[in-house]
């Protein structure tokens, strides 16, 4: 089993930053990516970033620029650096941790708001 743990949600402004902090425990050696995914209300989960253990990251075309994924070590803490926000990024934003063998862990959830 692996535990996810996120913090660093809150209340931004348009224009603004946050960065979003997962931590990993438990079988982290099972762990071949990590990423962040979020779901706006009325919304299907989507894929936001993600770092594999190897350093190679992907972007949803829609944070490309604004957002950056990268870790401590090798697979933990997980750090996403949010910057130029937008109300539309408002979301609860969620780690995972997929495993070697295709298994999702997901942390609890961490609510970002862009309003002004």
């Known amino acids: 089993q692996v535990q996810l743990v996120e913090s660093g949600g809150g209340l931004v402004q348009p224009g603004g930053s946050l960065r979003l902090s997962c931590a990993a425990s438990g079988r982290i050696f099972s762990i071949y990516t990590m990423g962040w995914y979020r779901q706006a209300p009325g919304k299907q989960r989507e894929l936001v970033a993600t770092?594999?253990?190897?350093?190679?990251?992907n972007y949803a075309d829609s944070v490309k620029g604004r957002f950056t994924i990268a870790r401590d070590n090798a697979k933990n803490p997980v750090y996403l650096q949010m910057n130029s926000l937008k109300p539309e990024d408002t979301a609860v934003y969620y780690c995972?941790?997929?495993?070697?063998?295709?298994?999702?862990?997901w942390g609890q959830g961490t609510q970002v708001t862009v309003s002004s």
């Open positions: 770092i594999t253990s190897g350093g190679r990251t």
């Open positions: 995972n941790a997929r495993s070697m063998a295709n298994y999702d862990y």
